[in-house]
């Protein structure tokens, strides 16, 4: 008898693993939902802050919704997050709610694919503002900066697809001890050329000591963002001639048309004095800093090995926490007029606007629960959830109304001046870009020119940037030809709000048809 | 416009706002039964991926059928079937789509889709097709169907346009920027292309001398988006003709 007991026992337990395993390997979701709807919030920000601050805002939001759950997926960037957003896209996986940036490369045509556009609820107040000095504004005039770059970056003119969580800017991190024991004291830089000294004062002070200690901590991400400000000051006269519209800034388009059309070169005087100013700033870095990644730079300033850091007000929190020196932030000095050596061709200073919001958070159109996605989306971008992510992540915050924490408060005072265009002459196309990146260390370092590099870009500039129109032309077409689908599904629809839909397609449709036309007349009148 | 109830069921209207085409073309396996439903599948089969020449050339014979009725569905399926010829099919038709937006026009003038016809055939008289000795001609080829819109929306999206194509084209300012103000005091223009108006009329205003209106825009854009990276440059011309204007007794 106990033995047929204890037999049944082994089966009852073989039974139950067996069924265990079944339940691992065939479904591997929880065996009980707590919660009946599961959204999913996919961003690239794993630095310090960002991942805190959007978990605290999800622990709030789900006291409020006790239906759904929040899950963020922090996704590396650089080379990784790309490809995750584009294979989960295409196989039907994607998140509910996905950051996304025109600079991410290969990426551009992913908006007019794969998002939904908010402009209509966009228009409307956030109802989480209820109660607060935003409560009866439209959502979009909630922002800082009234969502500057989802209005720039949006596949079709009429839309906007996305909202921002954060506001940046980019600073120059100094090492404030150092700098006392090169300088004598904390300098206080006003323009490019009080940089420049600062510099040559650092190399003097390392072939001095014997120590090995940069100007400026090199690496591929961070040199990008020091290069594309130094690119712009000598060439706005170029943009404000090509500038025929009259909008006192160019869109990548219309910079790419300009080359076809001739009306610009990287061999232009005015681009040349600008690789001039590329090289004084790389030579200020270690040798072989193209080879290193953003975290290797952040590393040479944290061990001491350089006097400046230049990066986004993104990495300020991580720097704070991690430096074991007292650290002072600069804006970059800018290119003045009176430069001395590139000052006759400086119209004046370039302006880092009000503050432009970024951390943008777009709607995946197949998301299996939109309403859900787009409510957390208001509650992480109201006047409350807004606050929790500031003060969890010590980010700036992209609504009016929140409450700027002590330490980041100096992050926005910002520099005004002109304004440039969509993109520096390095970033405004993949194929352009690729060529700059891969021709770049022809113009640094000991066997660099400013010389051989432009003529490099002007021989190759050609090809990739006409290659790059026609991609721009291709991802507007993406767009337009849907919406004809579209258009019938809402004129089928009886009510107003299918109506002011309707009506919005057909504007947006035709304005992205109109930039398709001028592009295409542009490639066909430049062809050979 | 086709009312939701006109023998189709809301459905598939409601997939189609929301691009799911292969909900339509699995409800209506036979292609529909009312031509209200042959409208919705055709349209489908232009949206369903991969879009291949026979999925477009099985549409276009069900829409050439239905343009050949007198219903309400009739122009829809005749503007969606201009749109095949110059925009779906890998090798475009311009001359083909021009010609049905023309017939299409004549036909039935008030119907909303021949209206929207319009403005997509001045924009191919805009840009792409032949005919125009020189680039004037084509903004005056656009104004001439400007004049057949009545919707005031799509009047202000074509005015948009010919602004825009003027400039694109090179012609003298004072031949379109009449359009773009139109277009802007209309309203209603959306995302970036908001912004950008506002300063081009700003900008285009000063360099024809027309100062009154230059100030009015710049002022509406500074209103409108003071914290744009642009406002430094707009105040700095807003400075520049209040100095023009200040002469002429203004403030």
């Not at chain 2, 100030?215 to 520049?240: D, G, H, I």
Request: a neutral charge.
């Amino acid at each position: 008898m106990r033995f047929r007991r204890r037999h049944l026992s082994l089966w009852f337990l073989l039974l139950a693993y067996g069924a265990a395993c079944w339940w691992v390997f065939t479904r591997s979701t929880p065996v009980w939902r707590r919660r009946p709807v599961t959204i999913y919030f996919a961003h690239w920000q794993i630095e310090r802050g960002p991942p805190a601050g959007i978990d605290a805002v999800i622990r709030r939001y789900e006291e409020l919704n006790p239906r759904v759950h929040v899950v963020q997926l922090a996704i590396p960037g650089g080379t990784i997050y790309p490809q995750w957003l584009r294979s989960n896209l295409a196989g039907g996986t994607g998140a509910d709610l996905l950051e996304w940036g025109s600079w991410v490369p290969g990426t551009k045509d992913i908006p007019a694919r794969y998002f939904s556009p908010l402009t209509s609820e966009l228009a409307k107040p956030n109802p989480y503002n209820r109660g607060t000095s935003q409560e009866k504004i439209a959502w979009q005039d909630t922002f800082h900066d009234g969502l500057l770059a989802p209005r720039r970056e949006s596949p079709d003119p009429g839309q906007i697809y996305a909202v921002n969580l954060t506001e940046h800017s980019l600073r120059l991190f100094a090492n404030a001890g150092l700098m006392r024991q090169i300088a004598g004291r904390v300098v206080e830089l006003k323009t490019f050329d009080d940089l420049r000294r600062l510099l040559v004062q650092v190399r003097t002070y390392a072939q001095r000591t014997g120590q090995p200690i940069s100007g400026i901590a090199g690496s591929r991400d961070t040199t990008r963002a020091l290069v594309e400000p130094l690119l712009v000051p000598t060439m706005l006269r170029e943009v404000y001639a090509m500038d025929e519209g009259g909008q006192l800034f160019l869109y990548n388009r219309q910079l790419l048309a300009g080359y076809l059309e001739g009306k610009w070169r990287y061999s232009d005087p005015a681009v040349k004095a600008a690789l001039g100013l590329i090289r004084e700033v790389t030579d200020a870095m270690k040798p072989g800093f193209q080879q290193l990644r953003r975290d290797d730079a952040m590393l040479e300033f944290l061990r001491g090995q350089a006097l400046f850091f230049f990066y986004g007000t993104w990495d300020a929190t991580s720097l704070h926490q991690l430096a074991s020196f007292e650290i002072k932030t600069y804006k970059l000095p800018p290119v003045t007029p009176d430069d001395p050596k590139v000052g006759p061709m400086v119209l004046g200073i370039m302006g880092e606007g009000m503050g432009e919001t970024g951390l943008s958070m777009y709607l995946n159109k197949d998301s299996a629960h939109p309403a859900e996605a787009l409510d957390f989306l208001k509650f992480i971008t109201s006047v409350p959830g807004n606050q929790i992510f500031t003060d969890h992540s010590l980010w700036l915050p992209a609504v009016n109304g929140v409450v700027v924490p002590e330490p980041i408060r100096n992050f926005r005072d910002y520099l005004q001046g002109y304004a440039f265009g969509q993109a520096p002459i390095d970033a405004i196309g993949s194929e352009a870009s690729m060529e700059w990146d891969r021709h770049f260390y022809e113009l640094i370092g000991e066997q660099g020119s400013v010389d051989r590099f432009a003529a490099t870009m002007d021989r190759l500039g050609p090809t990739a940037i006409r290659t790059d129109l026609t991609s721009e032309l291709r991802n507007t077409l993406l767009l337009v030809k849907p919406q004809d689908v579209q258009i019938v599904g809402w004129a089928g629809l009886a009510g107003d709000a299918a109506r002011t839909r309707q009506s919005e397609l057909e504007m947006g449709q035709t304005m992205s048809e109109g930039l398709a036309l001028q592009m295409r007349r542009v490639l066909e009148k430049t062809a050979n | 416009m086709v009312a939701c109830s006109a023998g189709t069921a809301g459905n598939d209207w409601n997939s189609l706002a929301n691009l799911r085409t292969r909900d339509v073309l699995r409800a209506l396996p036979e292609g529909g039964g009312s031509r209200p439903e042959r409208l919705a599948w055709a349209a489908a089969e232009l949206g369903d991926q991969p879009v291949t020449e026979g999925n477009l050339q099985a549409a276009e014979r069900v829409l050439a059928e239905l343009a050949g009725g007198d219903d309400a569905i009739a122009p829809e399926a005749a503007y969606l079937r201009a749109r095949i010829y110059q925009l779906h099919r890998a090798t475009p038709d311009y001359a083909r789509a021009a010609a049905i937006y023309q017939e299409l026009a004549e036909r039935w003038p008030r119907s909303h889709w021949a209206q929207l016809g319009l403005v997509k055939l001045a924009l191919l008289e805009l840009y792409l097709l032949p005919g125009a000795a020189k680039e004037e001609d084509r903004i005056a080829t656009a104004e001439k169907l400007l004049a057949r819109v009545e919707e005031p929306p799509l009047r202000r999206d074509l005015q948009l346009q010919i602004g825009l194509a003027g400039i694109a084209l090179r012609v003298p300012i004072a031949r379109f920027l009449p359009h773009l103000v139109a277009a802007a005091r209309f309203g209603g223009i959306g995302g970036s292309a908001r912004e950008d108006i506002l300063v081009q009329i700003g900008v285009l205003s000063s360099r024809c001398g027309e100062w009154a209106q230059a100030r009015e825009f710049f002022e509406r854009y500074l209103q409108e988006f003071p914290r744009n990276a642009r406002a430094f440059a707009v105040r700095e011309r807003l400075a520049e003709v209040n100095r023009h204007l200040a002469p002429e007794g203004g403030p």
